[in-house]
T-cell receptor
């Protein structure tokens, strides 16, 4: 158990809909990251937050947004969903943003867009 | 444009033998590398890391080798055990940031 909690584990929805994925980082971790893993693809970095502030942005679509709340949990919002958004979404956390920080991953949310 | 490549999607090895997983990168700014292991229905877990100031790092049965001139790293598992069967991701980060770029993964199957 990594200590990172993601909910829900599975999500099935229809095209055009909006969903929210939730992540609770490990106790004491200030950084939260979101990654997307599509079929046969590596982990694509989406976005990082540190202590409530956006730290870095990767290949995140404009239809997607995220935020980190004062209690450090984070939510990833996906809107106007398309079939291609079906993927496994991972949240990870780390203590800070220093060099060499290890990431601790949650078990992911499997999103299926039908 | 894949900055981190793992050209072998899968690898099968006999129990007790050596497993060698390879990773190539294109960005010369990468200077910190990690390997993660992922079992089905679980998130990736950290396995071993190496900084560019080293060319080898060892942790028990796991050794990572880095060849900076070739922009290549490899993970050696000796001896391989059935419990090592998983998907292995190589990841890299550059000095200007922490955000790791992950490769597509290699599925290792260790046969008893």
């Amino acid at each position: 158990d990594s200590g990172v909690t993601q909910t829900p584990k599975h999500l099935i929805t229809a095209t055009g809909q909006r969903v929210t994925l939730r992540c609770s980082p490990r106790s004491g971790d200030l950084s939260v990251y979101w990654y997307q893993q599509s079929l046969d693809q590596g982990l694509q970095f989406l976005i990082q937050y540190y202590n409530g502030e956006e730290r870095a942005k990767g290949n995140i679509l404009e239809r997607f947004s995220a935020q980190q709340f004062p209690d450090l949990h984070s939510e990833l919002n996906l809107s106007s969903l398309e079939l291609g958004d079906s993927a496994l979404y991972f949240c990870a956390s780390s203590v800070g943003v220093g060099r060499g920080e290890k990431l601790f991953f949650g078990s992911g949310t499997q999103l299926s867009v039908l | 444009d894949q900055q981190v490549k793992q050209n072998s999607p899968s690898l099968s090895v006999q129990e007790g033998r050596i497993s060698i997983l390879n990773c190539d990168y294109t960005n010369s700014m990468f200077d910190y590398f990690l390997w993660y292991k992922k079992y089905p229905a679980e998130g990736p877990t950290f396995l071993i890391s190496i900084s560019s100031i080293k060319d080898k790092n060892e942790d028990g049965r796991f050794t990572v080798f880095l060849n900076k001139s070739a922009k290549h790293l490899s993970l050696h598992i000796v001896p391989s055990q059935p419990g090592d069967s998983a998907v292995y991701f190589c990841a890299a980060s550059a000095t200007y940031g922490q955000n790791f770029v992950f490769g597509p993964g290699t599925r290792l199957s260790v046969l008893p």
